[in-house]
Protein backbone atom coordinates (compact mmCIF):
# COMPACT_ATOMS: atom_id res chain seq x y z
CA UNK A 1 0.00 0.00 0.00
CA UNK A 2 1.38 3.52 -0.75
CA UNK A 3 -0.33 6.67 0.60
CA UNK A 4 0.19 10.08 -0.79
CA UNK A 5 0.06 13.09 0.78
CA UNK A 6 -0.56 16.52 -0.52
CA UNK A 7 0.76 19.73 1.29
CA UNK A 8 0.73 23.40 -0.50
CA UNK A 9 -2.86 24.32 -1.21
CA UNK A 10 -4.42 27.81 -0.99
CA UNK A 11 -5.92 30.50 -1.95
CA UNK A 12 -3.67 32.83 -4.04
CA UNK A 13 -4.61 36.01 -6.62
CA UNK A 14 -4.63 36.02 -10.10
CA UNK A 15 -0.70 36.32 -11.12
CA UNK A 16 0.43 35.03 -7.88
CA UNK A 17 2.34 31.35 -6.91
CA UNK A 18 2.02 28.20 -4.93
CA UNK A 19 4.01 25.47 -4.84
CA UNK A 20 2.40 21.59 -4.48
CA UNK A 21 3.92 18.70 -2.54
CA UNK A 22 3.19 15.29 -2.80
CA UNK A 23 5.20 12.89 -0.53
CA UNK A 24 4.93 8.80 -0.95
CA UNK A 25 4.61 6.95 2.16
CA UNK A 26 5.14 3.31 2.74
CA UNK A 27 5.95 1.87 -0.51
CA UNK A 28 7.30 -1.41 -0.78
CA UNK A 29 6.98 -1.28 -4.81
CA UNK A 30 9.13 1.13 -6.76
CA UNK A 31 7.35 4.05 -8.26
CA UNK A 32 7.69 5.08 -11.75
CA UNK A 33 5.38 8.00 -12.90
CA UNK A 34 4.58 10.65 -10.47
CA UNK A 35 2.21 13.01 -12.23
CA UNK A 36 -0.50 15.78 -11.02
CA UNK A 37 -4.27 16.32 -12.15
CA UNK A 38 -6.67 18.34 -11.07
CA UNK A 39 -10.84 18.82 -10.93
CA UNK A 40 -12.64 22.18 -11.18
CA UNK A 41 -15.79 22.10 -10.49
CA UNK A 42 -18.44 20.56 -13.01
CA UNK A 43 -15.92 19.47 -14.70
CA UNK A 44 -13.89 16.03 -15.46
CA UNK A 45 -10.11 15.19 -13.52
CA UNK A 46 -7.58 16.07 -16.18
CA UNK A 47 -3.83 15.30 -16.52
CA UNK A 48 -1.69 18.53 -15.49
CA UNK A 49 1.57 17.15 -15.44
CA UNK A 50 3.65 13.96 -15.11
CA UNK A 51 7.57 13.29 -14.46
CA UNK A 52 9.04 9.73 -14.97
CA UNK A 53 11.45 8.30 -12.52
CA UNK A 54 14.46 9.52 -14.58
CA UNK A 55 12.95 12.92 -15.23
CA UNK A 56 11.04 12.99 -18.68
CA UNK A 57 7.83 15.65 -17.79
CA UNK A 58 5.21 16.11 -20.01
CA UNK A 59 2.54 19.18 -19.58
CA UNK A 60 -0.99 19.97 -20.77
CA UNK A 61 -0.60 22.57 -23.27
CA UNK A 62 -2.70 25.24 -20.99
CA UNK A 63 0.26 25.43 -18.15
CA UNK A 64 3.26 25.21 -20.26
CA UNK A 65 5.82 27.67 -19.17
CA UNK A 66 3.69 28.56 -16.13
CA UNK A 67 3.66 25.38 -13.94
CA UNK A 68 7.02 23.20 -13.19
CA UNK A 69 6.50 19.69 -12.38
CA UNK A 70 9.95 18.06 -10.13
CA UNK A 71 10.58 15.10 -8.16
CA UNK A 72 13.06 14.01 -5.47
CA UNK A 73 13.30 9.99 -5.96
CA UNK A 74 15.23 9.75 -2.64
CA UNK A 75 12.24 11.25 -0.73
CA UNK A 76 9.39 9.74 -2.79
CA UNK A 77 8.07 13.09 -3.41
CA UNK A 78 7.07 14.98 -6.56
CA UNK A 79 6.18 18.83 -6.64
CA UNK A 80 4.58 20.70 -8.70
CA UNK A 81 5.50 25.09 -8.64
CA UNK A 82 2.61 26.69 -10.47
CA UNK A 83 3.10 30.71 -11.37
CA UNK A 84 1.44 33.33 -13.12
CA UNK A 85 -1.60 31.64 -11.97
CA UNK A 86 -5.17 32.49 -13.33
CA UNK A 87 -8.93 31.97 -12.08
CA UNK A 88 -8.59 29.06 -14.57
CA UNK A 89 -6.13 26.56 -12.72
CA UNK A 90 -8.83 26.65 -9.57
CA UNK A 91 -9.39 23.08 -8.76
CA UNK A 92 -8.98 20.19 -6.52
CA UNK A 93 -5.30 19.31 -6.90
CA UNK A 94 -4.38 15.51 -7.34
CA UNK A 95 -1.34 13.46 -6.72
CA UNK A 96 -0.71 9.99 -8.78
CA UNK A 97 1.90 7.56 -8.20
CA UNK A 98 1.96 4.60 -10.26
CA UNK A 99 3.88 1.30 -9.55
CA UNK A 100 4.02 -2.13 -11.56
CA UNK A 101 1.20 -3.04 -8.79
CA UNK A 102 -1.44 -0.50 -8.99
CA UNK A 103 -1.93 3.18 -9.21
CA UNK A 104 -2.65 5.62 -5.80
CA UNK A 105 -3.99 8.74 -5.76
CA UNK A 106 -3.42 11.39 -3.31
CA UNK A 107 -6.58 12.99 -1.74
CA UNK A 108 -6.26 16.34 -3.39
CA UNK A 109 -5.51 19.70 -2.52
CA UNK A 110 -7.82 22.77 -3.00
CA UNK A 111 -5.97 25.81 -5.01
CA UNK A 112 -8.42 28.50 -5.45
CA UNK A 113 -7.39 31.55 -7.55
CA UNK A 114 -9.06 34.68 -7.15
CA UNK A 115 -9.69 37.54 -9.71
Known amino acids: QVQLVESGGGLVLAGGSLRLSCAAF????????MGWYRQAPGKERELVAT???????NYIDSVKGRFTISRDNAKNTVYLQMNSLTPEDTAVYYC?????????WGKGSLVTVSS
Open 51 to 57: VTSSGTT
Open 96 to 104: KANTNYRDY
Open 26 to 33: QSIFRINT
